[in-house]
């Protein structure tokens, strides 16, 4: 079971970044994949999430309106299109899988996760 993150990098505020998480060996499939963030000297953030039998998505407040998670199943991955970048959105940013049932009000809770990536750095410079 992996879950690799990538695509972060140094992006100049209002800019844009694309995020991928992809999912391998999960045979028994999984419930849900999540995108958290943690800033320096802050606690993990949820950020948003996608349901995989229904395809429900949730936003963190800070981020509803610019950013956008979807999926491509044939790929095994979920995406983090993040659009109009504020230096506030600087983290690390991890993507999370669950299997265990996922109801509105925990599909961005970490606890509800038990597979992480590695976490790739988004800077965004004012």
């Known amino acids: 079971v992996q879950l690799q993150a990538y695509g972060g990098g140094l992006v100049q505020t209002g800019g844009s970044l694309r995020l991928s998480c992809v999912a391998s060996g999960f045979t028994l499939g999984y419930t849900a994949i999540g995108w958290f963030r943690q800033a320096p000297g802050q606690e993990r953030e949820g950020v948003s999430c996608?349901?995989?039998?229904?395809?429900?998505?949730k936003y963190a407040e800070s981020v509803k309106g610019r950013f956008t998670i979807s999926r491509d199943n044939t790929k095994n991955t979920v995406y983090l299109q993040m659009n109009s970048l504020k230096p506030v959105d600087t983290a690390v940013y991890f993507c999370?899988?669950?299997?265990?049932?996922?109801?509105?009000?925990?599909?961005?809770?970490?606890?509800?996760?038990?597979?992480w990536g590695q976490g790739t750095l988004v800077t965004v410079s004012s």
């Open positions: 999370a899988a669950s299997r265990r049932g996922i109801i509105t009000s925990t599909m961005l809770d970490s606890d509800a996760y038990g597979y």
């Open positions: 996608i349901r995989n039998r229904d395809g429900s998505t």
